[in-house]
Structures are given as C-alpha cells and as structure tokens.
C-alpha cells in the first residue's frame, strides 16, 4: 500500500495505543454526472485533479448506485485498501457512497464498505425505485428511512440524514428528531449532516441531537473549487479505511472528528425564512399568521427557513455541546474571497480562476491558504487579496443572509469600524423593507 502524501493537513499525534494517527480532509457528500444540475463532464480524474488542489484527500464517490457511474468508478479508480479507492494518478482516496430520498422526500446519505457491497445494495434497491436515468444519480427509493437503514446495514454501510434542516427534503421538515424518522434502526444512526444552512452550534441546541456526531459537506454539483470542499470534515484515522473512517464516526470519546468547516449558515440559501419566488424574507410568525406562508409580494410561496425550523426545536441553550463535540470553523472559498477582493461579479471569472491559480501554485491548495499560511505571506504575494484573506480570518466578515433558495452574501471590511457601520446600515435596510412588505400585503387582503 502506498502511504498517503502529506499536506498541509497531516499532522501525527500518538493515539490510545501508541499508535500514529494522521488527519485527512474529507468531503463526504458529491455528486456523479447523472444527478440533476450536475455537468455531464463531472470524472473521477477531474475530483481527483480538483481535490489535491483543493486540499482535500479523501472524498466519496458519490451516486455509486447508478450503473453508468458504477463502471465509470470501477474503471477509474484501484482498491487501495479496506475499502478505500485511489485514482490512477494517485492523487486522492475515495469512500463508496451515495444519497437518496426516501418515500417522503427526505436525503440520506449512505456509506459502502466497497464495489462489491455497492452491486448489493444496487440489487436491494432495485425494487425500490429507478436507478439508471439520465438524471437519477440520487434515486428516489419507495422506502422510509427503517427499512433504507436495514438494507445499508445489511450490506455492511452506515447512514445517516443529509442537510437534516432544510425545507422540502431535509429529515426534520418532517420529523422533530432523528430517531423519530428511523425508528427501531435509530441506534443504527452514528451522524447528521449539517447541509449549509446550519452549523452546530445551531444543530446543537436541539439536544436530541447530542448523541450524533456531526458531518458537514459540499453536496457539490461540480468540481469548481468554490463548490467541492465548500464544507468538509478534518477526520483523524489511523489509516485511510472504510472501517476506519466508521469507527471515527461514531467515535464519542477520542476527538476523532477534529473539526468541521463550512460556510457560516447565514451563506446557505435556506437560512432565512423567505419567499423562493422574489427571496423577500419574512419573520417566520408573519409568514404563518399574516401571509399564510403565500409572499404579500409577489404570490410565491414563502419556504420555512432553517434557522426558524431549528428555533421552533430547539430546547437548549446556544452555545451547549456533548464533550466530544469539536468546533466548526467557518469558512468562505477562496475564489469567493478574491471575487470580493476584485469586485469580480462571479467566483468562475477568468481573473478570478487565474489569482486563485497564482495562489494554489504558491501555497499548494486551498485549504493551505485558508488555514494554514502565514498571513504576511498571503499578503505579500498578493496585498489585494492576501489583505482580504487576512479580513476573513479575523472575523471581519458579515453575511446578509440568504433564504428560500438564494444563497447568502458575504461582505468583507478592512476595520471593525467599516463593518459595524455596514451592518447597522443592513439593519435598517432590512427594517424598510420588511415594512414595505406589509404595506403591500395589506393592499393584497
Ligand atoms: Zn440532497
Ligand atoms: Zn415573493
């Protein structure tokens, strides 16, 4: 077996036994080219290219139930060990999985100990739904969560809910815990992911939830390095495995999960409570009680958001973790950070990709830069931007939130003075518009 390749990430610190631990950034949650909105040139070969440049080493495989995927995936990468794949170049570990909705609408995400547990699980599913169209890399299965759980587990996987708090599909817009939604195979369940709109100091003050560890991905739809690894997970293993990576999943004592980072929820395009027509967004009690959940705007509907969905469940105070909680880090993809820098109008821009290219040449990959780096460094090799990373890491950010399918946006400030002002400007902005709102609505009634 080849040993994995340092970055910027290793570290190694003795574990119980005296034996070595290492720490790999991981995204656990991706998609394959035939899930909806995914681009149909999304390969292995690209993940692995984008994820070294990214800094992260190992990833899932994503949609492994579809059979076009599945051979692309067995084509592409070799069995490194225990159930953990690399691509040919060697350049990044991959975990088989893949999400699916269930009978009522909610995501699962699922974890396979390897190909041949994968061509299983496929067969046990089959029944279920249809696996092979051009757009269902995340099958909707005829199943509730109980039974998706028996299958998973008797085929050796372990599953938990994705993005559990947003609207529509995530498991608490239809159930008040975890354990609610899979009943008897609840204690089955080591994880919840935390999907972009929340993060765990949120997820946390549901204490239900304190029995889970915490996930958090990119649910990415391509390999653009603002999309993969825009969440992700520094997991401490002994070795890169499938076992390896469950044990530290449901590890509660050992800090095996080291950190999640993500974007900060207010980024994620369901925080707010807001209409998914024209976004305006709506305390939550208005939009029930005044509104009907109908936008006095412009007649869309207005969509639950997951900070609102969170406060109705929420029965501990913010701020209240279980011992083996690590923190979460928030973070904004560089790209986002020199779009800002450059007042570029999109992170995909030409300049954009070339600045952040100059960066990853310097500094080897993102999570580097993010991290790891030191700040006079960045600033040297760039003071525009280097000036604004340096911003980010200092807490000179503020975030108007998003909701009802827009994302959020960040603003960054070279003094706490500029984004004070900024945001108290914000307050008052959002304090019209919110009264306009009304006016409108009851011209409507
Ligand atoms: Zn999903
Ligand atoms: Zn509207």
Redesign the pocket.
Known sequence: MRPPTPTAAFFKKPGENGETVKSFDCDLQLHGPYAGGVSKYLSIPLLAEQSRLKGLEILVTGDIQHQKWFEHVNAHLIENQNGVYMDKDEKTFFIIGTEVEDHHRIHHLIYLPDLTAAAEFREKVKPFGILDCSMCGRPKLRQSPEQLSQIVSDVGGFMGPGHSFTPYTGLFSRYDSVAEAYGDQAKKIPFLELGLSADTDMADTILSNHQYAFLSSSDAHSAWPHRLGREWNRIRLKEPSFKELETAVWDRSGERIEFNAGLNPREGKYHATA?N??Y?QYPLRDAIESFKMK?P????DIKRGVADRIKMLSDTPTGKHPSFRPPYKHQLPLAEIIQLALFAKSPMTKNVQSKWRDYIDVYKDEINVLIDAPESELIETNPEIGNKIKAFRNGLVYYTPGGGGKYGEPHLFDSQKEMDQFVLEAGKRSREKNKFSGQKSLKGF
Request: overall charge neutral; glycine content about 22%; some cysteine.
């Open positions: 209409c027509l024209c305006t936008c705007a412009c007649g869309g």
